[in-house]
T-cell receptor
Framework: DADVTQTPRNRITKTGKRIMLECSQT?????MYWYRQDPGLGLRLIYY???????NKGEISDGYSVSRQAQAKFSLSLESAIPNQTALYFC?????????????????FGSGTRLTVV | AQTVTQSQPEMSVQEAETVTLSCTYD???????LFWYKQPPSRQMILVIR??????QNATENRFSVNFQKAAKSFSLKISDSQLGDAAMYFC??????????FGAGTRLFVKA
């Protein structure tokens, strides 16, 4: 099984519909992130969470909400989807920088959710 | 605000040749990390290499190496002996300790047989 699992892999939805993207991880990482990828713009941060009780907005949080249900689960919701939210969405995890013995400061990514809003 | 700039939207290299992808960043911090991620057509994001800013020695991972110029805020990726499997989108990324990662817009690398 993948370390970071995103569901669904692909989704087409209609304008105005509510949709939830789910992410679960088996890495035991405290930190989880949601990014969206658009051509020519790279990855932009939507929301991030450093632990279950800590939720923070990223640079493009408008129109999105998140829920950190457990250390291992972090879901992203679009309350009323619009066409310009069509994008590739990634969930990522990372370990705490200050954990003793921590040596890898990179992200572990899920395989992405391709969302199309029509 | 920190920014990451990849000035080459696309690059092309002949198989077995060497190619360098450019990245510059802007920050007022002294302690940070830099990364290169690879995204092949499968769209999975894969960490290629990382560099800690306090280390003067350039990081190397097999055929991948970086040229880190801290004063110039430059972090280029060199791929030696390019292979067909290196064809992908490459993202340069920056983060400070305890903070989020900022990505560049990406460079698409084509490898010619």
């Amino acid at each position: 099984d993948a370390d970071v699992t995103q569901t669904p892999r692909n989704r087409i939805t209609k304008t105005g519909k509510r949709i939830m993207l789910e992410c679960s991880q088996t890495k035991g990482h405290d930190r989880m992130y949601w990014y969206r990828q658009d051509p020519g713009l790279g990855l932009r941060l939507i929301y991030y969470s450093f632990d279950v009780k800590d939720i923070n907005k990223g640079e493009i949080s408008d129109g999105y909400s998140v829920s950190r249900q457990a250390q291992a689960k972090f879901s992203l919701s679009l309350e009323s989807a619009i066409p310009n939210q069509t994008a590739l969405y990634f969930c990522a995890t990372s370990d705490s920088d200050y954990r003793p013995g921590h040596s890898n400061y990179g992200y572990t990514f899920g395989s992405g959710t391709r969302l199309t809003v029509v | 605000a920190q920014t990451v700039t990849q000035s080459q939207p696309e690059m092309s290299v002949q198989e077995a040749e060497t190619v360098t992808l450019s990245c510059t960043y802007d920050t007022s911090e002294s302690d940070y990390y830099l990364f290169w991620y690879k995204q092949p057509p499968s769209r999975q994001m894969i960490l290629v290499i990382r560099q800690e800013a306090y280390k003067q020695q350039n990081a190397t991972e097999n055929r991948f190496s970086v040229n880190f110029q801290k004063a110039a805020k430059s972090f280029s990726l060199k791929i030696s002996d390019s292979q067909l499997g290196d064809a992908a989108m490459y993202f340069c990324a920056y983060r400070t300790p305890g903070f989020k990662t900022i990505f560049g817009a990406g460079t698409r690398l084509f490898v010619k047989a």
